[in-house]
């Protein structure tokens, strides 16, 4: 989720920042602490960071060190306890300014499209881990289900196991995305590691999509591909859609998250990444131990403003790490990871 109230709030002013326009930095800091919401809004429990995979380029596969673990189910419950769904006031406002402001429609099936129209309303169960791994999803999504809280997580179709994800489905699952980057095994396997097999996952998403439609179950199956940018990108993604074509499947080429640790920087196509970061102001990420970080980029735990198993979340958002936190944003702070290491823009350097 992402408060939809403080990023239609912050557009008009976003855009004179975003064109140059200058103002005091503190009056700005002022507007958006004044604007955000004081309750707390959770972008993303990562419910476990196990995985199976070998991506080429995820961190998590060189360089993340932490301890593997999953988020225990108690904790889970307190954490969801705390937060709320929209109205259908709120998201239909919000949807009417998607389309007047982005020009995006609601009906679109795109990038930015799913960043705008979906990601803002669902809690994404995922992070560095394979949420298809973890024992307790199940439960979890019937957690949110029970709470009218849509639920999502990308996932590798290699890891599918029919009977435990058609569980998924049945208790309220309401988005579920599977990464694929090539119809060729032997490609996809140098991309996501040896674990992966598109051959066998195409089959297995084929069934699901066989039992969403006997028994009409509501969720979407989102289809995407990473623009790598590899030789033959555009070659792929029309097979790939191929694969796909008359299939009640939401498909969409991905622009890549993540790019600061690799030697080349590729353009982006998302909203998401072109705009300055407001993570700071509209959500926060649950990490599999239970802390609260700075956002789901954050692959090692490196930035920590709360404990959710010890905290509550609306302590740890209006707290004093998140106040410095936000402050660090607007200073450009050295040293920390947002500053030298994320592609996103800060706000503050829009001052410099």
Request: aromatic share 12%; proline share 3%; hydrophobic share 35%.
């Amino acid at each position: 989720m992402i408060d939809i109230g403080f990023y239609m709030k912050i557009f008009e002013l976003k855009k004179r920042l975003m064109n140059e326009e200058r103002f005091d930095k503190q009056s700005i800091a002022d507007q958006f602490d004044k604007l955000r919401s004081k309750g707390p809004v959770i972008y993303n429990i990562e419910t476990t960071n196990l995985c199976n995979m070998r991506c080429k380029m995820c961190p998590r596969t060189t360089m993340m060190t932490r301890k593997i673990e999953a988020l225990d189910v108690d904790t889970f419950k307190r954490i969801v306890d705390q937060i709320k769904p929209f109205t259908k006031e709120e998201w239909a406002a919000w949807q009417n300014f998607v389309e007047e402001k982005y020009s995006i429609d609601r009906n679109d099936m795109s990038e930015n499209h799913f960043f705008l129209h979906i990601i803002p309303k669902v809690i994404v169960l995922h992070g560095y881990g394979a949420p298809l791994l973890d024992l307790h999803m199940a439960e979890r999504v019937s957690i949110l289900t029970e709470r009218g809280i849509p639920s999502y997580f990308s996932c590798n179709p290699a890891n599918i196991n029919i009977e435990k994800t058609l569980e998924l489905f049945k208790k309220g699952l309401d988005y579920i995305k599977f990464s694929i980057e090539s119809v060729d095994n032997v490609i996809h396997k140098y991309i996501r590691g040896k674990a992966s097999n598109f051959t066998e996952g195409y089959k297995k998403i084929l069934e699901l999509l066989e039992h969403k439609k006997k028994h009409k179950y509501k969720v979407i199956i989102v289809i995407t591909m990473l623009n790598l940018e590899q030789p033959g990108q555009k070659k792929e993604y029309k097979r790939l859609i191929e694969a796909f074509k008359d299939l009640d499947a939401y498909i969409y080429l991905k622009s890549q998250d993540q790019q600061w640790y690799e030697t080349k920087k590729e353009a982006t196509q998302s909203i998401h990444w072109t705009e300055f970061c407001q993570f700071p102001w509209s959500s926060m990420t649950i990490k599999s131990n239970g802390e609260a970080a700075m956002c789901v980029e954050d692959f090692n735990n490196e930035i920590i403003l709360g404990d959710a198993r010890k905290e509550s979340l609306y302590a740890i958002w209006n707290g004093e790490k998140y106040k410095r936190f936000r402050e660090d944003q607007f200073n450009v702070k050295r040293g920390i990871k947002c500053a030298e290491q994320c592609d996103m823009k800060l706000i503050g350097e829009y001052w410099r």
